[in-house]
């Protein structure tokens, strides 16, 4: 079975640090997608990042970035230069592109931006 | 990305009712699902919305519990039947567009039942 794992359940940073957020992932697929989502107060679920699998290159969206290791089956996640607005609840999630694009989600980890 | 918007956003429900969640998007997307997510938990599929026939649903859910429709490519409604307490959570829709692999997610509808 295809599982995601996230190992923080919890974490507090200072604002202006960086901070890594780990996500392990298990399958025996080649084709898939990984991502993270931010889920702030608000509830609405705000994608933050995506990576292809066949891509080696890793994924940045300005403050963010992975660290992808493919063989590893991990998926960090880098904040940099944290800010207030960044404390939510983050998901990393799996995507086997070879069935119907349904998301495999782990538990979440609740990250707090201290001024 | 496509823009989803969700309705009602919130609802407080007495126990045995049933209600209807409406899910719109503003353009022809390819895949449409059901979320449930319970209070501090992650995201749990409930089904694929698919257009034009029945739902496929995942392992716990059935149709006579969460009928789900979806009559064209941009709307879709989850219902929620003879809810009982344990039914409040979180309900979003997510969509995968035509041109992407990517799912954007709902703003949610906000379940309370009594």
């Known amino acids: 079975a295809q599982t995601v794992t996230q190992s923080q359940p919890e974490m507090s940073v200072q604002e202006a640090e960086t901070v890594t957020l780990s996500c392990t992932y298990d399958t025996s697929e080649s084709n898939y997608y990984l991502f993270w989502y931010k889920q702030p107060p608000s509830r609405q679920m705000i994608l933050v990042i995506r990576?292809?699998?066949?891509?080696?290159q890793n994924a940045t969206e300005n403050r963010f970035s992975v660290n992808f290791q493919k063989a590893a089956k991990s998926f960090s996640l880098k904040i940099s230069d944290s800010q207030l607005g960044d404390t939510a609840m983050y998901f990393c999630a799996f995507v086997d592109r070879n069935r119907d694009d349904k998301i495999i989600f782990g538990k979440g980890t609740r990250l707090h931006i201290l001024p | 990305s496509a823009v989803i918007s969700q309705k009602p956003s919130r609802d407080i429900c007495q126990r045995g009712t049933s209600l209807t969640i409406q899910c719109q998007v503003d353009?022809?997307?390819?895949?449409m699902f059901w979320y449930r997510q319970q209070p501090g938990q992650s995201l749990t599929l409930i089904a694929t919305?698919?257009?034009?026939?029945?739902?496929?649903?995942e392992s716990g859910f059935v149709i006579d519990k969460f009928p789900i429709s979806r009559p064209n490519l941009t709307f879709s409604t989850l219902t929620v039947s003879n809810m009982s307490p344990e039914d409040s959570s979180i309900y979003l829709c997510?969509?995968?567009?035509?041109?992407?692999?990517?799912?954007?997610f709902g703003p949610g509808t906000r379940l309370l039942v009594l």
């Open positions: 997510s969509v995968v567009g035509l041109r992407q692999e990517t799912q954007y």
């Open positions: 353009s022809q997307v390819t895949m």
């Open positions: 990576q292809e699998a066949y891509k080696q």
């Open positions: 919305a698919n257009q034009g026939s029945e739902a496929t649903y």
